[in-house]
């Protein structure tokens, strides 16, 4: 007897001990909650370039399909993540391609990456925290987007 509440206590530390987290990073529950990080521009952007992106937030967060968008705009291309919903997942193929008809139609003459993968989704959003650090540099943050995008080249 006293070895299984021994048993039981270690048990509980251990799952008490796996299961610290303090929340204070966004992209640590990413994958869990919806987090609607804002669309960013790497670049110093006008308001043009903000309502721009803004509305491609807009309209990507239309699609019931879809509950988390994030949008980053780097220097030649824009990549849009987002996250697709539970009983959703089987027509993932659809509605990207869908997502990109959209876009490329409404705007032609920018450049998507456009993901439904939870990877490149989180990368964005540790890219976005990054950038909130006023001493993280534009070009670093144009390299990482670079990074990202090579990843999901890579995945597809």
């Known amino acids: 007897m006293r070895k299984i509440l021994i048993t039981y206590f270690f048990v509980i530390v251990t799952l008490l001990c796996a299961c610290n987290n303090d929340g204070s990073k ?4 990413a994958l869990v909650k919806t987090t609607n990080p804002a ?7 006008t308001k043009k370039e903000l309502d721009l992106i803004g ?3 807009q309209d ?3 699609f019931k399909e879809l509950y988390d ?3 980053l ?3 030649e291309d824009i990549l849009v993540a987002y996250k697709v919903r539970h009983m959703q997942r089987f027509h993932m193929k659809k509605i990207e391609k869908k997502i990109k008809k959209l876009l490329e139609d409404k705007y032609s003459q920018e450049n998507f990456i456009v993901s439904s993968d939870y990877k490149i989704f989180l990368e ?9 650090d006023p001493t993280y540099s534009t070009e670093k943050a144009e390299k990482r987007l670079q990074e990202i995008i090579k990843l999901k080249k890579e995945l597809t």
Do not use: D, H, Y
């Open 124 to 132: 964005a959003v540790k890219l976005e925290e990054k950038l909130k």
């Open 55 to 57: 509305a491609i937030e």
């Open 69 to 71: 968008v994030s949008v």
């Open 26 to 29: 966004e992209s640590g529950l």
């Open 60 to 62: 990507v967060e239309s």
């Open 39 to 45: 669309p960013l521009s790497l670049e110093k952007s």
């Open 73 to 75: 705009k780097g220097k």
